[in-house]
């Protein structure tokens, strides 16, 4: 979709299947510091990107670029695992270019999209919903979920366009504002029960809007119609039809228990809530 890039690069490293601090780990030996790196890809891709120039210190770091395939918004943000057997304790990395071309970053087939816009949406609802929410992340996630609603109102063929602005000015207030609940229970799921990122999203986002809304997020509350057509046009409208067990959710439950961003979401979840939303998803 982008033969230059390739075409132009001093090496191309396909990033393989996996988890991020892992593929991030085994390239490590093959990256020039001195060299910028170009992610062409999802938020897989691009997050592999950031994890392997975070492994440096600051100041000695290769230049990131994205081009970004998807709507993950990963190229707006600094979040990012680790890569395995570098310092943790470095900084994250953002990267310091960013293109985002509606005919990439909206291209994927109509039910990848529908998945990749509920990543998005989960952006725009949930960081407004943070302890470190301010008034202009607060002021562009509701323009990203409004972009998002009008992409799909006629019901047809969803605008691209919109949907690639909606997910820069998502990725923007997720950013700014942290993550919680949310993001802490699909990134869970998609690590330990092998849920693609985006149907994970899709699948927990109408059970988690909820969540924030009992906890006086009105705004989240009035998304839960747009993030359940998402669901059912990312076909991922319950876990079992994902191939999830249930006994994986209790896995799921215990491990998204011990994540620190869940301090993000006043009153903090316990394991308890988190277990009832997966058994809700399920």
Request: hydrophobic content about 45%.
């Amino acid at each position: 979709m982008a033969p230059v890039v390739g075409e132009r690069a001093g090496t191309v490293h396909e990033v393989a299947p996996g988890r991020v601090d892992e593929i991030a780990g085994a390239l490590l030996g093959e990256i020039d510091p001195g060299t910028p790196i170009v992610a062409l890809g999802g938020g897989r891709v691009i997050d592999t990107a950031k994890a392997l120039a975070a492994a440096y210190p600051p100041g000695e770091r290769p230049l990131v670029a994205a081009v970004a395939t998807t709507l993950s918004a990963a190229e707006m943000t600094a979040v990012h695992r680790r890569a395995a057997g570098a310092d943790g304790g470095l900084p994250g990395v953002r990267p310091a270019r960013v293109v985002n071309d509606p005919a990439l970053s909206a291209s994927q087939p109509p039910v990848e999209l529908a998945a990749s816009a509920a990543n998005a949406l989960a952006h725009a609802a949930e960081g407004p919903a943070t302890r470190r929410a301010s008034p202009v992340p607060v002021l562009t996630g509701r323009e990203a979920a409004r972009l998002i609603g009008a992409a799909y109102a006629d019901g047809g063929e969803p605008d691209r366009d919109a949907l690639a602005l909606a997910a820069l000015l998502s990725g923007y207030t997720i950013d700014s504002a942290g993550y919680g609940l949310h993001h802490v229970v699909a990134q869970t799921l998609a690590r330990f029960a092998g849920v693609g990122h985006g149907q994970a999203n899709a699948v927990m986002l109408p059970h988690t809007l909820a969540a924030l809304e009992r906890r006086g997020a009105p705004e989240a509350g009035r998304l839960v119609a747009l993030a359940s057509d998402l669901a059912c046009r990312a076909q991922a409208m319950h876990l079992r039809e994902l191939g999830v067990d249930e006994a994986t959710l209790d896995r799921c439950a215990d491990a998204a228990a011990e994540r620190s961003e869940l301090d993000q979401t006043p009153p903090r979840p316990d394991r308890d809530e988190l277990r009832a939303l997966y058994a809700a998803a399920y």
